[in-house]
């Protein structure tokens, strides 16, 4: 049995919370481990790392993180990191070793700047919108897959913070995710105030509009607590998008029941996830389905972080689309310090 697989097996679900639009099924391990790494915000705020431009001159598509703690750091995929000459999300998860000095593959999120505000980067309280994580993961499942590489189609990225925003309702003079997020702060207080992680949870299966729309799972429940804001807003601002696009908050619109997660988990489950050396430690676990995209890490036989998303919810083909850019995303590898 894959990681996956197994480690899905042993969670049970727990009581859905619903809040207008948006739903989670708590998913429960009451045997997690405490975590032995450092999360990219304690890591941070404690000083024992550092996330820089590669150099003076930056590079779009790249960042450099040095870990200069005891202990291994967890940078989750989508979280995004401010300052420096502009703002930019992670591509994958990556677990850094102790001690260790690490390239990281990123994307921009605030198009119309390219200036230091920053030496160092700070970690903001949010990551990524979901359908934007869902297109990003694609592509760079395609790019790791025919490249070798974890590049994600820079114009897309761009084109789908500026669709957001306009959604929103939203203006910035950067252009930036940052911007979005902020202006909607009052609207995901609501959201994160609703979803609170309950004793024992690892991870959660979240819901839109009635429908599974993706699901996020640590290893252990400390990390989980410690980071579950920053998903919740994540699907959110999917959310508050379709409000705006109905002129309705959709109160009405019923959680899935738990035959349909469970249905969910065991399409996950059955999926066929394709192995790759990861960067920092463990396995890189890209999951592309015919009805779900994600991708994992692995480490010594457990899964510290799964992130994967319902084709349907993505609002997209991704696999056809994501081949397809495949050669945009090279022809942009080419142009890496784009400014």
Not at 44 to 57: F, I, K, P
């Amino acid at each position: 049995m894959s990681a996956i697989s197994t480690t899905l097996e042993k969670l049970s679900v727990g009581q859905t919370t619903a809040h207008n639009n948006m739903a989670w099924f708590p998913l429960l391990d009451a045997a997690s481990p405490a975590a032995d790494y450092l999360t990219l915000d304690e890591a941070l705020n404690q000083g024992s790392a550092r996330v820089t431009e590669v150099d003076e001159g930056g590079s779009v598509p790249e960042l450099m993180f040095s870990n200069e703690s005891a202990r291994r750091v967890l940078l989750l995929d989508g979280e995004e990191l401010v300052g420096a000459k502009q703002n930019r999300v992670l591509n994958i998860t990556i677990l850094v070793g102790a001690g260790q000095k690490l390239t990281i593959p990123v994307s921009c999120v605030e198009q119309g700047r390219w200036g230091y505000r920053s030496r160092d980067f700070s970690s903001a309280d949010r990551a990524m919108y979901a359908r934007g994580r869902a297109r990003k993961m694609s592509q760079v499942s395609a790019s790791l897959r025919e490249r070798g590489e974890r590049h994600a189609d820079q114009h897309d990225v761009w084109d789908g913070v500026a669709g957001m925003a306009r959604c929103l309702n939203v203006e910035s003079p950067t252009e930036a995710m940052a911007d979005a997020y902020e202006q909607s702060a009052e609207s995901l207080a609501s959201y994160t105030e609703a979803f609170k992680p309950v004793e024992h949870q690892v991870g959660a299966v979240f819901c839109l509009g009635g429908k599974v729309a993706g699901i996020e799972l640590l290893d252990s429940a400390d990390t989980f607590a410690k980071i579950a804001g920053k998903l919740v807003s994540s699907y959110a601002m999917d959310a508050l998008g379709e409000q705006a696009k109905t002129g309705e908050k959709s109160d009405d619109a019923p959680a899935p029941g738990k035959d349909a997660v469970a249905a969910f988990m065991a399409k996950l489950a059955n999926s066929t996830a394709n192995p790759f050396e990861a960067l920092g430690e463990g396995r890189d676990l890209r999951i592309e389905g015919a009805e779900i995209v994600g991708g994992a890490l692995e480490l010594d036989g457990r899964l510290v972080h799964l992130s994967a998303f319902t084709r349907e919810a993505s609002g997209d083909s991704l696999r056809e689309q994501a081949d397809e850019l495949v050669s945009r995303i090279a022809s942009y590898r080419d142009r890496r310090r784009m400014h």
